[in-house]
């Protein structure tokens, strides 16, 4: 039977934790993609609302290694929702929970990545790569505390999201589509930003005219600036898109084609 009085205790909101932050991606595949990380943070959990070897704990253990994929930044809010749910309604909220894993993991997963995959790493680590650039350490410190506040931020939102239970889910309703629009277009400026800072290209070739060199470096900067880089990038997304191209090709590319225009006296560092 249901252990319908059990009641999660800090020890348990740590437990599932630490095993989200350092077990819930073991057992990805292809065929359910995170489904047996997922069992697996809250196993322990499901034991002490279940019982051990009950027909109920086995119905639930397979209901939670069905598919199931969503940002690593924001999976234990949907936890934290699921097991106030399984704590109060037990194996009649079975349908409850998966309505709720199936509607939040696509939405968290589009925030998450736009925000913690893309965002957060493009600001610190270019900030980081500016300072180390320019021979100051700081920057991996600010790397170091990005991470560990993202790291706290995800050790806190368990426990908010348990409390709250399902009336958090009607509460995000309508901030979710508006938070994913705004992370990516913060995205798409900072790469932007991007890579009009990190790549230092420019034209070296300065052909003559008579006797008068032709600047074409200050003609495009006078069009566009940072046109070179921009064009680089944009053949890179190209390349990326050809079928059978691969990032690894493509940065092999990248390499033996500025090696060789630079050698040629074609391009030169900004």
Do not use: C
């Not at 806190?156 to 589509?177: D, E, I, P, W």
């Amino acid at each position: 039977m249901t252990n319908s009085n059990y009641k999660l205790t800090d020890k348990d909101f740590n437990q599932i934790n630490r095993r989200s932050l350092f077990g819930f991606q073991l057992g990805w595949n292809y065929e359910r993609m995170q489904g047996s990380g997922y069992l697996y943070h809250i196993l322990p959990q499901l034991r002490k609302i279940y019982g051990d070897d009950t027909p109920e704990l086995k119905k639930m253990m397979k209901t939670h290694t069905q598919f199931f994929n969503t940002s690593n930044f924001f999976n234990t809010i949907i936890t934290g929702i699921d097991l106030a749910v399984e704590e109060k309604e037990g194996i009649a909220g079975e349908d409850t929970v998966t309505g709720i894993k199936t509607g939040l993991m696509g939405s968290f997963a589009a925030i998450g990545d736009s925000i913690f995959a893309s965002l957060v790493p493009a600001i610190f680590g270019a900030i980081a790569a500016n300072m180390a650039a320019k021979g100051n350490p700081t920057g991996i410190f600010i790397w170091i505390l990005a991470q560990l506040a993202i790291n706290v931020f995800r050790w806190k939102q368990l426990r908010l999201a348990y409390n709250q239970g399902v009336s958090l889910v009607t509460t995000m309703q309508h901030q979710l589509s508006s938070l994913t629009d705004a992370a990516t277009m913060m995205g798409t400026f900072m790469v932007g930003a991007l890579v009009a800072t990190m790549i230092n290209v420019q034209f070296a070739w300065a052909p003559k005219i008579g006797s008068v060199p032709l600047n074409i470096q200050n003609n495009l900067d006078m069009i566009l600036p940072k046109l070179l880089p921009a064009l680089i990038v944009g053949a890179i997304y190209w390349m990326l898109g050809k079928k059978h191209m691969t990032s690894t090709k493509a940065i092999f590319i990248v390499l033996i084609v500025s090696v060789v225009l630079a050698a040629l006296g074609v391009i030169a560092k900004g």
